[in-house]
């Protein structure tokens, strides 16, 4: 709704440059999808949903499932997991690039980060297979709550 308001106050001008960043944003897809929205919000037309099954995700996650509780280590990977199979194909491919992507900093976790600085090569070695092998742990777990977000959806 405040995507809408704010369509209506933007000038032609102002539309154009927005399509322009979205057309080069990572999330590109999903931006045009809120941005459809948003137009069918200011015209007045009936609002089609995009973004039902991430609804759903989200309260079966803190509804049914909020007693899992929150740790730094899963929690993170598994949400992530779980909204890229919901996603479809290409959230689930930037996953996958995610895990094996090496990241700049040290890791957060006092042993890794000490592995990193003594052993470079094997600390970022060992932080990838950490990272995709936690992947392919919340993947499998991940999998039927997808699902079920998906028939609570439908």
Request: proline content about 7%; glycine content about 8%; some cysteine.
């Amino acid at each position: 709704m405040l995507a809408g308001e704010a369509l209506r106050d933007c000038s032609p001008a102002e539309l154009k440059d927005v399509e322009r960043r979205i057309a080069i944003h990572p999330f590109s897809q999903t931006l045009d999808e809120l941005l459809d929205m948003a137009r069918q919000l200011r015209d007045g037309l009936p609002v089609r949903d995009r973004f039902r099954r991430e609804a759903a995700g989200n309260y079966v996650l803190r509804g049914p499932l909020g007693w899992l509780g929150f740790s730094r280590f899963w929690t993170p990977a598994f949400v992530s997991a779980l909204f890229a199979q919901l996603g479809g194909p290409a959230g689930r491919h930037a996953e996958w690039a995610l895990a094996w992507h090496r990241p700049p900093f040290a890791s957060p976790w006092g042993f890794a980060a000490r592995l990193e600085h003594r052993s470079p090569r094997i600390g970022r070695w060992s932080r990838t297979a950490v990272k995709v092998t936690r992947l392919i742990v919340v993947r499998m777990a991940a999998w039927p709550v997808a699902l079920a977000a998906r028939l609570l959806a439908s």
